[in-house]
């Protein structure tokens, strides 16, 4: 059975940071490309980050691109979306997902944690 839970989410102060980790189990974790979306209320799903089985390759949102970085390790089957300088825009509930696929598109991963809500003040 496949789990990814993520953690790390919390209330955080415009300009501030937080480390999100999503821990991996259940499936060869180095086989799969690793993303971040997040969600708002009324919204769909929209991506943040995505890195490639390796790590040796990442992209990211223009949302987002210069503040948030996303890393992993293979060892501990764990991947990170640092996020720093944030903004109240960021607020929202973030999702880890596994995907054979190294993609953009929500559609394309196969497997999803619960969510860690993230809340930024001004």
């Known amino acids: 059975q496949v789990q990814l839970v993520e953690s790390g989410g919390g209330l955080v102060q415009a300009g501030g940071s937080l480390r999100l980790s999503c821990a991996a189990s259940?499936?060869?974790?180095?086989?799969?490309?690793m993303g971040w979306f997040r969600q708002t209320p009324g919204k769909e799903r929209a991506f943040v980050a995505t890195?490639?089985?390796?790590?040796?390759?990442?992209t990211y949102s223009d949302a987002v691109k210069g503040r948030f970085t996303i890393s992993r390790d293979n060892a501990e089957n764990t991947v990170y979306l640092q996020m720093n300088s944030l903004k109240p825009e960021d607020t929202a509930v973030y999702y880890c997902?596994?995907?054979?696929?190294?993609?953009?598109?929500?559609?394309?991963?196969?497997?999803w944690g619960q969510g860690t809500q993230v809340t930024v003040s001004s």
């Open positions: 259940g499936l060869t974790f180095s086989s799969y490309a």
């Open positions: 890195i490639n089985w390796g790590g040796g390759g990442t």
């Open positions: 997902a596994a995907s054979t696929y190294y993609s953009v598109v929500y559609r394309h991963y196969d497997y």
